[in-house]
Structure formats: structure tokens, C-alpha cells
């Protein structure tokens, strides 16, 4: 009996590692440095209703600064959900109420695609898009080779194999 659990929990923690190290990657950050020198500006278009760059991309650990100044109306920088979408993230980037004047500073750590809305131009669009490095990880479906589902299949085999193992090692007993 203690020799099966020895080997059920071998095999647990086998088919858990690779999940455990997989969450340790490091987490990209976006962080609010007011005080940090600006890579990049991101500005109001001349149409007014648009950032400039709407789509800008930059590298790992740089501070982009949202600046305009005496605008004729007030935009805010506030982090979305998705891109082109206009949802706040719960918890996200907030340059807080709309102005017409703004100085607005991040800096990104780690890759990272960064969405963002002007709130109180949602309606007409007034979104964009900040890219640091290689952007989000996109799970990107691979090639179909037939070989696919075969990938799956051993962490699967695993969990069987340890109900088996358990189940035949309590058998016995209840026999007994
Ligand atoms: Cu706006």
C-alpha cells in the first residue's frame, strides 16, 4: 500500500511539473513613472479625435508618454480589455479624468500588446495600441500534421494510469 501511494504521487507530481513551471514565466508589467524620460510621445491627431501613433511599438522597458497640451477637447488613456475594443481592464492603466492637457508617462516591462481608449471618444473609435517587444503570446494553432492530438494524450495516459494504480491497490483489501 505505501509503495502504490509512493508511486501515485510520483506520477501526480510528474504530470503536474511542466504546468508548475510554465506559471513561472515572468509577468509583463505596465507601470506609471511620472518621473521617467519619455522613448516615445503618443499625441492627439490634427483630427482631434485620434491618437498619433495609434499604433506604436516599442521596445522591452520602455516609457511611453502621452502628451498634448491645450487641446480643444479632454482625452484620457485608459487600458482595454482586447484590441478595438473599448472595455475597461479591471485594475488596468488609468490616465484618470479626460483633460485637455496631459503628461501621462508608462513604462513596460516584458512583451506585451497594450489597448487602450480615449473614454470620452469610445464612440468615435478613439482607440490604439501600444506593441512592447513581440507583443502578447498568441497560442497560435499549429500546423495540422495529424500528430496533434497524439500530444495530449500523455499527461491523459498519467492521471488514467494513477486511478488504476489506486483502484488496484485498494482492491484487495476491501476483498480481504
Ligand atoms: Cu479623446
Given at each position: 500500500m505505501r509503495t502504490a501511494l509512493a508511486l501515485v504521487t510520483m506520477l501526480c507530481l510528474l504530470t503536474l511539473a511542466p504546468a508548475a513551471l510554465a506559471e513561472d514565466d515572468v509577468q509583463p508589467t505596465a507601470v506609471v513613472t511620472p518621473e521617467a524620460a519619455c522613448d516615445h510621445v503618443v499625441r492627439i491627431a490634427p483630427s482631434g479625435i485620434?491618437?498619433?501613433?495609434a499604433s506604436l511599438e516599442v521596445a522591452d522597458g520602455d516609457t511611453v508618454c502621452w502628451q498634448w497640451t491645450n487641446e480643444s477637447m479632454a482625452h484620457n488613456v485608459v487600458e482595454t480589455?482586447?484590441?478595438?475594443?473599448t472595455t475597461p481592464a479591471e485594475g488596468g492603466i488609468d490616465s484618470g479624468e479626460a483633460n485637455t492637457t496631459m503628461d501621462f508617462r508608462v513604462t513596460f516591462t516584458g512583451d506585451q500588446t497594450f489597448t487602450y481608449v480615449c473614454e470620452p471618444h469610445a464612440s468615435s473609435g478613439m482607440v490604439a495600441t501600444v506593441t512592447v517587444g513581440e507583443g502578447d503570446a498568441v497560442d497560435e494553432p499549429e500546423a495540422?500534421?495529424?500528430?496533434?492530438?497524439g500530444e495530449d494524450t500523455p499527461g491523459f495516459a498519467a492521471i488514467t494510469a494513477v486511478v488504476a494504480l489506486a483502484g488496484a491497490a485498494l482492491m484487495p483489501r476491501r476483498r480481504a
Open positions: 485620434k491618437f498619433s501613433p480589455t482586447e484590441e478595438g475594443g495540422t500534421t495529424g500528430d496533434d492530438e
